[in-house]
């Protein structure tokens, strides 16, 4: 099946400590991103990369940190220096912005964080 | 900035109504709207995507329309199932440059009872 697949679905992190949220595509899409949620506030853009190599920070960088090496892959890593991690976070991939292509976004499952 | 509203931010309906979910944005230089549903705890599932130029997409008993001139997406869905409820979100992605964001409302939670 084609998609998008997030783990872990639950993680506890320890105050001080770095996490690594992965997420992996099969849907040959260029482009990926990171979103976190947190109820009352909507979805809000920590980092995308249009591709393999390259990345950009979006609204929430600070605190988070990613790398492309591969154009199916595209983890997250929570660091320390994010002050208030716990959220539900969410991978997403789609078609490049290039012209007439369809930009149609795909959502992975989700990895809740939660600092313990 | 793009801002993106969605009203009701929650609604209740009676299993069989048709029903009405609302979104308006700033800025109406959009790429495309995109609508989701998303589960408690789960991630997004697309429903449908509209393109500037389009007016509307149907899917099953889906229908989005878009008025980029004023800045408004609806979305009907026809003889409602208590399987419909959850939240839905839209989105809008930006066009020109680097139109690589989707700005998110905050969505409307739903609820069919049955």
């Known amino acids: 099946d084609g998609g998008i697949t997030q783990s872990p679905k639950y993680l506890f992190r320890k105050e001080g400590q770095n996490v690594t949220l992965s997420c992996e595509q099969n849907?040959?899409?260029?482009?990926m991103y990171w979103y976190r949620q947190d109820p009352g506030q909507g979805l809000r853009l920590i980092y995308y990369s249009q591709i393999v190599n390259d990345f950009q920070k979006g609204d929430i960088a600070e605190g988070y940190s990613v790398s492309r090496e591969k154009k199916e892959s595209f983890p997250l890593t929570v660091t320390s220096a994010q002050k208030n991690p716990t959220a539900f976070y969410l991978c997403a991939s789609s078609w490049g912005w290039a012209g007439l292509m369809n930009t149609e976004a795909f959502f992975g499952q989700g990895t809740r964080l939660t600092v313990v | 900035k793009q801002e993106v509203t969605q009203i009701p931010a929650a609604l209740s309906v009676p299993e069989g109504e048709n029903l009405v979910l609302n979104c308006s944005f700033t800025d109406s230089a959009i790429y495309n709207l995109q609508w989701f549903r998303q589960d408690p705890g789960k991630g997004l599932t697309s429903l449908l995507l509209i393109q500037s130029s389009q007016r509307e997409q149907t899917s099953g008993r889906l229908n989005a329309s878009l008025d980029k001139s004023s800045g408004r997406s609806t979305l009907y869905i026809a003889a409602s199932q208590p399987g419909d409820s959850a939240t839905y979100l839209c989105a809008v992605r930006r066009s020109g440059g680097s139109n690589y964001k989707l700005t998110f409302g905050k969505g409307t939670l739903l609820t069919v009872n049955p």
């Open positions: 849907l040959n899409h260029d482009a």
